[in-house]
């Protein structure tokens, strides 16, 4: 019976995400601004993981101007909000992280369902 079983291909998402940020992490690092470089890495971990949820709209264009507008509103909090190195540990993250993918996504959905309508009312998007 397993023989008769689809192989799925095997998802790299997760050391995709780690290759891409490890380095903005290190580059922080070597110049000495840690806790910055923490905070940078988690941001953008929870948009890319978000980005990874909603992949099927990679090709519209409006999903990429919506990333780009989250990050924009991550600035702040790469700012204000220092998370030192301390702390990182997985779990202690994920109140910080998982409310973060969310509204990512949430923002993600509103502005896609914005489209939708749209489209239906046959106005140019």
Wanted: with cysteine; hydrophobic share 55%.
């Amino acid at each position: 019976m397993a023989e008769n079983r689809e192989k799925k291909p095997t998802d790299y998402t997760g050391l995709i995400i780690a290759a891409i940020l490890v380095p903005v992490l290190l580059l922080f690092m070597y110049f000495g601004n840690e806790d910055l470089g923490m905070t940078v890495f988690i941001g953008l971990g929870a948009v890319m993981v978000a980005i990874r949820i909603r992949w099927d709209l990679r090709r519209q264009l409006w999903f990429w101007e919506t990333i780009g507008f989250v990050l924009v509103l991550h600035i702040p909090f790469f700012y204000f909000v220092r998370i030192p190195p301390a702390w990182f540990h997985s779990v202690a993250m994920l109140p910080i992280v998982i409310p973060d993918c969310l509204l990512a996504v949430g923002i993600i959905r509103v502005v896609e369902k914005f489209h939708e309508r749209n489209s239906r009312h046959g106005a140019p998007v």
